[in-house]
């Protein structure tokens, strides 16, 4: 299986991530997801096939079904359309294929918008030491993975490297102003109800995820990638018992079989079996199903 970790098109580099190439379209940006995966903050060698695809086509269903809540920054992911406006990019027509996608260039709003569903990750850790999640306190007595009483928006800082840190709601308001941080705050606890309950229907709980947003014009618009097993904790319905750590749609099998081997975190990583390798894809695929009933190939 073809695995596609790095693009080199023949377009401006706006920025590289840990996993998209994101190029300069005149006033529009290229957005490629590669199959590049990430585990506690640092690029693993290899990739897992076809995760580029499932990262690209969920965000874009996810963008479309949310379109209503808010608009987005998509213009298109037709990649007939896109080298229709690009000529240059005719012959990388076959790499471009599913992990492509125009958008509008926007001014990002300088933070991550979280919101958290259930007792999962660091949430988990601060409520045991503290019985908050971001100083948001909560009823004693919870289990790990239980549903809490409400979604909580909890947003944090966007790093450029290493992890992000979490703020209070007061403290991003401060940052971008009351009327963007109420807004982006509504915003992203209607797109997580409506998502939430669409997924549950299709066998998957949405624990947590994680939303940008940026300014078209004066415009608040949705931005980067939604909903997908890289910005989101997915959990299978059918397997969900509150109490323990949950089987999830992710790159879990690569962030335990690290653990496994007592990797420091440091680079360089280690190269990923062909087994985790397998499992991890499997896992993207499966979600990408649930959600869309489609096929990614």
Same mark, same amino acid.
Not at 170 to 197: D, H, N, P, Q, R
């Given at each position: 299986? !073809? ?9 401006? &580099?706006? $920025? /590289?991530?840990?996993?998209?190439? =994101?190029?300069? %379209? ?64 005719? !012959? ?9 996608? &125009?958008? $509008? /260039?926007?001014?990002?709003?300088? =933070?991550?918008? %979280? ?183």
């Amino acid at each position: 299986m !073809e695995v596609i970790t790095e693009t080199k098109l023949p377009l401006k &580099l706006f $920025k /590289k991530g840990k996993v998209r190439d =994101v190029y300069e %379209v005149g006033d529009m940006l290229l957005i490629v997801a590669t199959d590049r995966i990430s585990a506690f903050d640092i690029v693993l060698p290899g990739g897992i096939p076809d995760k580029g695809k499932v990262l690209n086509m969920l965000s874009a269903f996810w963008f479309d079904f949310t379109k209503g809540i808010i608009p987005n920054h998509v213009i298109t992911t037709d990649v007939s359309e896109i080298i229709s406006k690009v000529k240059a990019l005719e !012959e990388y027509k076959k790499i471009l294929e599913g992990r492509a996608m &125009l958008v $509008k /260039k926007t001014t990002p709003i300088a =933070v991550e918008c %979280v919101v958290r569903g259930y007792l999962a990750g660091s949430g988990w850790k601060e409520y045991r030491e503290k019985g908050s999640i971001c100083g948001i306190g909560l009823p004693a007595g919870l289990k790990e993975s239980q549903r809490i009483p409400f979604p909580l928006f909890t947003p944090s800082t966007k790093a450029q490297t290493g992890h992000d840190i979490n703020i209070t709601e007061e403290k991003m308001m401060k940052m971008v102003g009351e009327k963007t941080g109420s807004i982006i705050k509504e915003k992203s606890l209607k797109i997580y109800e409506l998502a939430c309950e669409y997924a549950e229907q299709r066998g998957i709980i949405i624990a947590d995820t994680k939303f940008e947003f940026g300014f078209d014009n004066t415009d608040i618009v949705l931005i980067d990638e939604i909903l997908t097993p890289d910005s989101s904790r997915f959990w299978s319905r059918d397997t969900y018992v509150p109490g323990r750590s949950q089987d999830s749609f992710d790159k879990q099998f690569v962030r335990d079989w690290l653990e496994s081997i007592k990797w420091n975190k440091e680079p360089p990583a280690p190269l990923l079996p062909e087994e985790v390798v397998r499992k991890t894809r499997e896992k993207y695929l499966e979600a990408y199903r649930r959600i869309t009933d489609k096929e990614i190939i």
